[in-house]
């Protein structure tokens, strides 16, 4: 079936570093993919999201790009900040195939140091 | 804009207790999902449904059934509650299988 693997955490940082956070799919149809961010306490916030191959999702300065060849979305972000410390979490939903529940990946947890 | 509601949004319950989930999707919105995301885990998809039909099953326990309404909320019953049953439930909602738009979940703790 279709899987998500993302790195593993956690992941620690100082403030302003360059963060990559790596995420491959297998999918048996055309995914959708997205990064959906998990804030101490709280709940599911969608990201950003790509629908097809070399599309770029960005959002508050992070950015992904669909990778078909390579099967990957890795999420990046040039500058990190404090409030960045979340969990993130890569998953895909085969829209089209009408498979429309969402796969999730283990989750990533990101700590940023002041 | 109008988000998905979850009720309650914290839930206490003993072992071998009854738990009902209220899920209420944005309006319009003709599906529904439900997900179960144990402490440290990645949420899994429980079930789905669409114009009040179920439309798909993922890992849900027996002891669990939902349904939705005509008003197009659901509700998640869970039945002989576990201790391994404690995590947040989310709720998302979406129309015609486009983006799920995810509610703030209900956190219930099986003592």
């Known amino acids: 079936g279709d899987s998500v693997t993302q790195m593993e955490g956690p992941v620690t940082l100082s403030e302003e570093a360059f963060l990559t956070i790596n995420c491959t799919y297998t999918?048996?149809?055309?995914?959708?993919l997205f990064w959906y961010v998990q804030y101490p306490g709280e709940g599911l916030q969608l990201l950003l999201k790509?629908?097809?191959?070399?599309d770029k999702g960005s959002n508050k300065g992070f950015e992904a790009t669909y990778r078909k060849e390579t099967t990957s979305f890795h999420l990046e972000k040039g500058s990190v900040q404090v409030s960045d410390s979340a969990v993130y979490f890569c998953?895909?939903?085969?829209?089209?195939?009408?498979?429309?529940?969402?796969?999730f990946g283990k989750g990533t947890r990101l700590h940023i140091l002041p | 804009a109008a988000g998905v509601i979850q009720s309650p949004r914290h839930l206490i319950k003993e072992k071998r207790e009854t738990a009902t989930l209220k899920c209420y999707p944005i309006?319009?919105?003709?599906?529904v999902y439900w997900y179960q995301q144990g402490p440290g885990q990645d949420p899994q998809f429980l079930i789905s449904?669409?114009?009040?039909?179920?439309?798909d099953k993922g890992s849900i326990p027996d002891r669990f059934s939902a349904q939705q309404f005509s008003d197009y909320h659901s509700e998640l019953n869970m039945s002989s509650l576990e201790l391994g049953d404690s995590a947040l439930y989310f709720c998302?909602?979406?129309?015609?299988?486009?983006?799920?738009?995810f509610g703030p979940g209900t956190r219930l703790t099986v003592l």
């Open positions: 998302a909602s979406s129309l015609d299988s486009n983006e799920q738009f």
């Open positions: 999918a048996t149809g055309y995914p959708s």
């Open positions: 790509a629908t097809k191959a070399d």
């Open positions: 998953a895909l939903s085969d829209l089209l195939g009408r498979d429309d529940k969402i796969i």
């Open positions: 309006p319009r919105h003709d599906t």
């Open positions: 449904f669409y114009e009040k039909m179920q439309s």
